[in-house]
């Protein structure tokens, strides 16, 4: 959905709800979110994003990264070393899957419909898994 | 096989318009990239305005069966770490929506001749144009 269909809905719900009163609830709520409103995430069809998805990989890596469990994913030595290997680990996997995501889900569209689903099958709380059912994030 | 320019991507064909279900899939990824950074998202929350906004206004939107006048956005997340400029690290709700490319027959989201402007750049300035419209 478009940030302007979401925009004039909120603004329509106010019209319906909030009749009478100089205050429009539900278009504040909605630009409570965040910054001032929804995020986009553009992602191509090679795996490609755009610079706040880039920002946001990068982002979601380094708080994986300082949590106490991600510590032990990293076989170095020191914790300053062990911290960025984690970052490392873990922003090449997230990069990984969402590029293996893009590509074969594009060529499940253009194979067999049925391959598709059998190879996206849900397992162990991992959405994504390989042709062997391993998970793809770590 | 892929090339360096992604061309046999590109010239890749998609039947019956199956390309939806990249959204649904890469809406899931992202959940579980959420998830590993002990960050709570949620997929498609069906209420959006639960503690933002009166509950009489609230009780109103959620007993309205319609499902065309809600506002559904694909990911939320409720306790995401942002840094203000003092320092100071804030947990605020953000909500995401996933745009995805898909091969169209103008040819030129994947033109290896403008290696300066990324296909995914310029989507996103497509959409940032199409809001401030």
Same mark, same amino acid.
């Given at each position: 959905?478009? /940030?302007?269909? #979401?925009?004039? /809905?909120?603004?329509? %719900?106010? !019209? ?10 539900? #278009? ?9 409103? $929804?995020?986009? %995430?553009?992602?191509?069809? $090679? ?9 946001? $990989?990068?982002? #979601? !890596? ?40 893009? $590509?074969?889900?594009?060529? !499940?569209?253009?194979?067999? !419909? ?23 994030? #770590? | ?133």
């Amino acid at each position: 959905m478009q /940030r302007l269909k #979401l925009m004039k /809905r909120a603004k329509k %719900l106010d !019209a319906i709800f909030a009749t009478g009163s100089n205050s429009k609830p539900c #278009l504040s709520a909605y630009k409570s979110y965040g910054m001032n409103g $929804i995020d986009s %995430l553009v992602v191509g069809l $090679i795996g490609v994003v755009d610079k706040g998805f880039k920002q946001l $990989i990068c982002f #979601l !890596a380094k708080v994986a990264a300082e949590l106490q469990e991600a510590g032990n994913i990293a076989s170095v030595i020191s914790a300053d070393q062990k911290r960025k290997g984690a970052y490392e680990l873990f922003r090449k996997s997230f990069k990984v899957a969402l590029g293996c995501m893009a $590509i074969k889900t594009q060529a !499940a569209c253009a194979g067999n !419909a049925r391959g598709y689903h059998l190879e996206y099958s849900y397992l162990g709380g991992c959405f994504i898994t390989n042709h062997n059912n391993m998970p793809l994030l #770590l | 096989m892929l090339d360096a320019y992604g061309i046999v991507v590109k010239n890749a064909m998609l039947i019956n318009g199956k390309y939806h279900r990249m959204h649904a899939s890469i809406q899931s990824l992202i959940t579980d990239m959420f998830k590993k950074a002990n960050i709570w998202a949620i997929r498609e929350p069906q209420n959006m305005f639960l503690g933002l906004v009166p509950a009489c206004i609230l009780k109103q939107y959620c007993d309205q069966h319609s499902v065309k006048e809600c506002i559904i956005p694909y990911i939320m997340t409720y306790d995401h770490p942002h840094r203000e400029r003092s320092g100071r690290v804030v947990l605020q709700r953000r909500i995401f929506e996933v745009k995805t490319m898909r091969v169209d027959s103008r040819m030129n989201k994947y033109n290896p001749r403008n290696p300066n402007r990324r296909p995914v750049e310029e989507r996103f300035a497509e959409i940032e144009a199409h809001e401030t419209s």
